[in-house]
């Protein structure tokens, strides 16, 4: 059974950088042909797709926020990393990671999420 963990601060000041790490046990971030992705819902709002690592370590970011998206990995730890820099009240949400089995394919595994909240 694949689990996936998110963790990192819950509070984060505006212009700073938020970082959010996606612990995965139960199958290898690296195994073929699975993609890892952050995806965050708003207060009041859907889903948003930020990002994604392929097992590759290709990456894939949201139009929207690619200027200040990184996802990066530590493949001895078996986690992915998300980056979102000069963070603004907007970006307030409760953050998910979650994996699909192919760049095209549904969601088949997600983390709890974690509430991240952009307040000085």
């Known amino acids: 059974q694949v689990q996936l963990q998110e963790s990192g601060p819950g509070l984060v000041k505006p212009s700073q950088t938020l970082s959010l790490t996606c612990t995965v046990s139960?199958?290898?971030?690296?195994?073929?042909?699975?993609?890892w992705s952050w995806i965050r819902q708003p207060p009041g709002k859907g889903l948003e797709w930020m990002g994604a690592i392929a097992y590759s370590g290709s990456t894939y970011y949201s139009p929207s926020l690619k200027s200040r998206t990184s996802i990066s990995r530590d493949t001895s730890k078996n986690h992915f990393t998300l980056q979102l820099s000069s963070v603004t009240p907007e970006d307030t949400a409760v953050y998910y990671c979650?994996?699909?089995?192919?760049?095209?394919?549904?969601?088949?595994?997600w983390g709890q999420g974690t509430q991240v909240t952009v307040s000085s």
């Open positions: 139960g199958g290898s971030i690296t195994t073929n042909y699975y993609y």
């Open positions: 979650a994996r699909t089995p192919g760049p095209y394919s549904d969601y088949d595994y």
